[in-house]
C-alpha cells in the first residue's frame, strides 16, 4: 500500500502530515467539515461542495464501500477529502467499489491520516479556512482565489428531461411538471419529485423566465448549489419573476436566493452546518425534525421581517432561519435539504407540501 507523505497547508500557518490516498493531486480549497457518520458517498458527490476540501470528521470512511446508485450528480465536484482512516476491505451486499477506487477513478485529491479533530477544531475557532493539498509543506498558507462562477461549472447546459431513479412503483408523467433550476442539483430532490409522480425538466441555472413559460411548468423547484448566494445576486430578476407566477420551492442555495430576490439579506455562517442531525424546529406547528444540511451561509433573520413573509422553521440550535413561506403566495423555501441522503427523510413531507400548493394536481395525488 502507497504511504506517501502528503500535507494540509492552512490559511491559519497550520501544516497538517498525512498520507495520499490514490494519486498524488495538489489541490485547494475552502475547508469545511461534515459531521454525519454514515452517507461520504452522497457528501462526495452533492455539487454543493464544488471548490471545498472536506473533512469527514467520522473517522472510518469507506467501511461500507460504494454503489452505483446513490451518486447525488454526475461526478464529484469537492476540491477534496481529508480523513482519518480510510477502510479497504468494505461490506456491503450493494457495494461495487472502494473508497479508493472511487477517489482513483474521479480523481479526487485526498490524504487520510490526518488528524480531522484537530483540523476540525481549527476550522471552527478561525471560520474561513483555507488550504491545499499538497506534497511540499513549504506551499505558500494564503487565502485562495475563490471563484465566484462556481454554479456555472456545476448546472447542466441544457434544459433536460429527467427520470428518477426509483420509479417502478409511481408513473412519472400523471402528476404536475416541475422545472428544477440546476444550480448544482443534487439527484435525490429529482428522484423525490419522480417518485411523487412528477415530470421533472431540469434547466440551467439563468435560463430567463420567458423560456421558464414555453416549458409550461406547474410548479418550480430552486436547487442548492455551491458558493455564496450572493455571487447570483444579478439573477434576482428572474427569481422574483418565477416565485411570482408559480408554486415555488427553494432549497437550501434556492432558499437563499429567493430571500436575496425580495430584499432578504445572507450572511455567512462561523463554520456551516453540514451533517446530518440538525434539530429544526416548524414553527406552525412547534415539531422538532432532525435535518440534514449542508450549507456556509444563512438568510438574515431581522432582513426578512419584510411584508408578505413569514419564517416557517429555526435551526434549534443556533436559532438561525430555516425555512420561509410567502402570507399569500405558493412559494416556500428551507434552509436544510428535505431530500436528505445523507441523513433522516423526517421533512420528506415539505415536498408534499409544496405539492399541495399547485392548483388540481396537488393534494388530492400526493396526499
Ligand atoms: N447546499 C447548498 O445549497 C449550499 C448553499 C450555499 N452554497 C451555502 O453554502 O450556504
Keep these: 500500500m502507497n504511504e506517501i507523505t502528503g500535507y494540509l497547508v492552512l490559511s491559519t500557518g497550520d501544516v497538517l502530515e498525512g498520507k495520499w490516498l490514490g494519486e498524488e493531486i495538489a489541490a485547494e480549497g475552502e475547508l469545511v467539515f461534515n459531521t454525519a457518520m454514515t ?30 446508485f446513490d451518486h447525488e450528480s454526475l461526478k464529484p465536484s469537492l476540491a477534496g477529502l481529508i480523513i482519518s482512516s480510510p477502510c479497504h476491505t468494505p461490506e456491503h451486499y450493494q457495494a461495487s467499489f472502494t473508497l479508493t477506487e472511487m ?23 478561525n471560520g474561513e479556512v483555507y488550504g491545499k493539498i499538497t506534497s511540499n509543506k513549504q506551499a505558500a498558507p494564503k487565502m485562495i482565489k475563490v471563484d465566484t462562477e462556481v454554479v456555472k461549472k456545476v448546472s447542466v447546459t441544457k434544459i433536460t428531461k ?42 440551467p441555472y439563468d435560463t430567463p423566465p420567458a423560456v421558464i413559460k414555453e416549458l409550461q411548468p406547474e410548479g ?19 427569481i422574483r419573476e418565477v416565485t411570482d407566477k408559480y408554486p415555488t420551492l427553494g432549497i437550501c442555495l434556492g432558499h437563499q436566493l429567493v430571500a436575496l430576490a425580495h430584499g432578504g439579506q445572507t450572511e455567512r455562517l462561523p463554520y456551516g452546518h453540514r451533517g446530518s442531525n440538525h434539530p429544526v424546529k416548524d414553527l406552525t406547528t412547534g415539531k422538532v425534525f432532525i435535518t440534514s444540511q449542508n450549507h456556509g451561509y444563512v438568510v438574515d ?24 413561506v410567502h402570507r ?19 421533512t420528506y413531507k415539505i415536498f408534499k407540501e409544496f405539492l399541495s400548493k399547485i392548483p388540481d394536481k396537488g393534494e388530492k395525488q400526493h396526499a
Design 162 to 203: 429527467v427520470k428518477g431513479k426509483n420509479t417502478s412503483s409511481h408513473l412519472p408523467g400523471k402528476g404536475p411538471h416541475v422545472v428544477v433550476y440546476d444550480y448544482g442539483y443534487k439527484h435525490s430532490i429529482t428522484d423525490t419529485l419522480a417518485e411523487l409522480g412528477c415530470n421533472v425538466t431540469v434547466v
Design 103 to 125: 477517489v482513483s477513478q474521479y480523481k479526487i485529491p485526498t490524504l487520510y491520516d490526518i488528524d480531522t479533530r484537530a483540523l476540525t477544531r481549527i476550522i471552527r475557532e
Design 328 to 346: 399569500t403566495k405558493p412559494v416556500m423555501t428551507v434552509q436544510f435539504h428535505p431530500e436528505a441522503h445523507p441523513g433522516p427523510i423526517d
Design 301 to 324: 433573520m431581522d432582513s426578512v421581517e419584510l411584508a408578505n413573509w413569514d419564517i416557517s422553521h429555526i435551526n434549534v440550535n443556533d436559532r438561525s432561519v430555516e425555512g420561509l
Design 220 to 238: 418550480i423547484v430552486l436547487s442548492n448549489g455551491p458558493g455564496d448566494p450572493k455571487y447570483l445576486s444579478y439573477l434576482g430578476g428572474h
Design 39 to 68: 452517507g461520504y458517498q452522497e457528501v462526495m458527490t452533492d455539487p454543493s461542495y464544488a471548490g471545498q476540501i472536506v473533512t469527514m470528521t467520522y473517522p472510518l470512511i469507506g467501511n461500507y464501500g460504494f454503489n452505483d
